[in-house]
């Protein structure tokens, strides 16, 4: 009998698309090139991309497990600045007056629960930190289209990757949620962070707040290796364990089903970006 990890050997090779949803389009990129495609107020989709030229040292960081995902991290740090420069709109942080009130109750909840009357345990302070610190991200993303692109960007990665065709058909039948989101990286990040901060808590004390740096990184850092694991080995029951939060995030809150229209765009996005890896006769068949 063949094992799990020979199947996926077997399997056509395709390249590794990473995606971000904007507020009006879809960006795609892999390790050499990014594609964005943005609808335009007229209504026209304007299309932009070009290469992406890595320092040695990033690309050589992308090759070492928990400095990778910092790698990557610092990978989309440095495109984003393009597309943005070109029309990408982001979902800003103060975008709204929910959105400032859940960035003062953050601030007001975690002051209160630090507050050393309180006197709790430590694994409830962290843990209650953690929640309050992820309440403006969610509220940012809450009601904007860019929940919508951001389904679109996953049934346009689902599509390409499970057949190598990418045309309207396909992209709208796919499933809206991915195993590479970003999302996903929510819950084991939430775990580490406050496993770590826990632990430095009860025994560093006063120079646990130093220690939080580190904390943080190490968590997103290894949060990354679980999910990528995670994706690699979809049938492993700890992976779907590892996978259940963030997609029910995916269902709940960061997606939602996308126009035609929105398809359209991430569809204009991902054959540009397949035209520029010269992968759109031969491996897509995008029609």
């Not at 904007?22 to 989709?45: C, K, Y």
């Not at 991290?73 to 709204?96: C, D, F, M, Y």
């Amino acid at each position: 009998m063949r094992s799990g990890e020979d199947k996926e050997q077997e399997t056509p090779s395709r390249l590794k698309i990473g995606g971000m949803a904007l507020e009006n389009g879809v960006l795609f990129q892999t390790e050499s090139h990014w594609a964005m495609a943005l609808r335009r107020p007229d209504g026209e989709i304007e299309i932009s991309s070009g290469g992406k030229l890595l320092p040695a040292r990033l690309r050589n960081m992308k090759k070492i497990p928990l400095l990778r995902g910092l790698a990557g991290l610092a990978e989309n740090a440095k495109v984003l600045p393009q597309a943005i420069a070109r029309g990408g709109e982001v979902t800003a942080l103060t975008r709204s007056p929910q959105m400032l009130a859940a960035m003062l109750v953050s601030v007001v909840g975690t002051i209160i629960v630090r507050n050393p009357k309180k006197d709790l345990p430590p694994l409830m302070e962290e843990t209650l930190v953690s929640a309050l610190a992820l309440m403006p991200a969610l509220v940012a993303v809450r009601k904007t289209r860019a929940i919508q692109y951001h389904a679109a960007e996953h049934k346009s990665i689902n599509a390409y990757e499970l057949s190598g065709i990418v045309d309207e058909s396909n992209i709208q039948t796919a499933g809206a949620r991915h195993a590479r989101c970003g999302t996903n990286i929510i819950g084991p990040v939430l775990v580490l962070m406050t496993l770590g901060n826990t632990l430095a808590h009860r025994f560093l004390g006063r120079r646990r707040q130093v220690a939080r740096l580190g904390v943080s990184i190490l968590s997103i850092s290894g949060a990354v290796e679980l999910v990528q694991w995670a994706a690699r080995h979809p049938q492993s029951p700890w992976s779907k364990i590892l996978s259940l939060p963030g997609e029910e995030l995916q269902n709940l809150l960061t997606t939602a089903e996308p126009s035609a229209d929105q398809l359209e765009v991430s569809l204009a996005a991902l054959k540009e970006l397949l035209r520029l890896e010269k992968a759109l006769p031969e491996q897509a068949g995008v029609a």
